[in-house]
């Protein structure tokens, strides 16, 4: 079967292979999208189809829980079956790279769940591998496909001048969730940066745990007069998902937010990105460039940089340099923080050079 997908009847689905741990939103989320079970709707045009976890058990509870999908024996056993791939195990994100690469080379269009990598070197690696076969990818927050971000992208294309902005998310740990609401200001921002007054140049984190909230990251930006600065809250049980306030001149400012609870917050919210990337399944174009990936992937780990390394000091990107954020491991976790599911079944050292091995 071609990896380019072809639709030759209304009925037609295009057929999805996950990588799939513990606390992966195809567990949680992304199954009942592709693969409904009772109580549910289908409302993408894709069906998962194969599976492979890192864990056998995993992939048994997978295909407990969604009928249908076939376990493979390797990752690359799902090649020549699938019109698309989600990596979508938090867990195993150290190793990304080898996970996607096959299939990429492969022609196969893959979706990275984020928080895309470890380092800039692992982004733009597998950046780079997408760009030498001609294959899609794509990795992104489901804040970045609201309303709300194209509402605010188009009005801040309408402002005179940008000075600043404050956003807040609301979030359990930074690793797995602080990231929706740095995703969404880059979002928000993405085109202003392309035209030189918004690309990121420092940031700081200020927490007493990145593993629970409160927190606050303070990013510093370019400008083509002068630098300007936002800040963005890390809490927990904010009344919203995600909040942003873009201040301009006397003109005026800029407001979006994403609700807590909006109508069909599932369909109108959750959804939108799996349409995306049913699109860039089909077509094989991604929604974005390989420096949009990279910038926000930047934006994401430099702050984390700030509070695991420099106490939460103000960072210029270039210091970060190939630093490498640890997976998640025992030595992550405090007690129970981060509670997160992505952290209750954790890899050993010993099970990811295993997987590793078996790519050579």
């Not at 094989?284 to 990936?293: F, I, K, L, R, Y």
Request: proline share 5%; charged share 20%.
């Amino acid at each position: 079967m071609s990896a380019i997908f072809h639709r030759s009847a209304p009925t037609d689905l295009v057929r999805i292979g996950v990588i799939a741990g513990a606390g992966s939103h195809t567990f949680a989320i992304w199954g009942n999208v592709m693969n409904p079970s009772q109580g549910f709707i289908r409302t993408t045009g894709m069906v998962c189809t194969h599976a492979w976890s890192v864990r056998p058990d995993q992939g048994h509870r997978l295909r407990e829980r969604y009928p249908g999908i076939e376990q493979v024996a390797h990752p690359t056993d799902m090649i020549g079956k699938i019109n698309g791939v989600y990596i979508d195990d938090i867990n195993a994100i150290s190793i990304y790279p080898t996970l996607v690469r096959p299939f990429l080379e492969a022609g196969i269009p893959a979706f990275v769940n984020r928080p895309f990598a470890t380092s800039v070197v692992k982004g733009q690696e597998m950046v780079d591998t997408a760009a030498r076969c001609g294959t899609a990818l794509l990795t992104a927050s489901t804040w970045e496909y609201t309303e709300s971000v194209g509402d605010l992208r188009a009005k801040a294309a309408d402002m005179a001048d940008i000075k600043g902005y404050v956003a807040h998310n609301s979030m359990s740990d930074y690793y797995t969730h602080g990231l929706h609401g740095v995703w969404y200001i880059y979002s928000s921002l993405r085109d202003e940066i392309r035209k030189g007054r918004g690309r990121m140049t420092a940031a700081a984190y200020h927490t007493p745990d990145w593993r629970t909230p409160n927190g606050m990251v303070v990013f510093e930006h370019e400008h083509p007069q002068r630098r300007y600065y936002g800040a963005l809250q890390l809490i927990g049980g904010a009344d919203g998902h995600a909040y942003l306030r873009i201040f301009g001149d006397h003109r005026g400012d800029a407001e979006g937010k994403i609700p807590a609870r909006a109508s069909a917050f599932r369909y109108n919210t959750w959804n939108a990105l799996q349409l995306v990337i049913q699109e860039m399944f089909e077509t094989n174009v991604s929604p974005e460039t390989g420096e949009d990936m990279m910038e926000k992937l930047t934006m994401y780990l430099l702050p984390f940089y700030s509070i695991l390394e420099r106490n939460g000091e103000m960072v210029r990107r270039e210091e970060m340099g190939t630093w490498e954020m640890p997976y998640p491991s025992p030595a992550m976790k405090k007690g129970n923080e981060p509670y997160d599911g992505a952290f209750q079944e954790m890899y050993t050292e010993t099970e990811l050079e295993s997987v590793l091995r078996s790519f050579s």
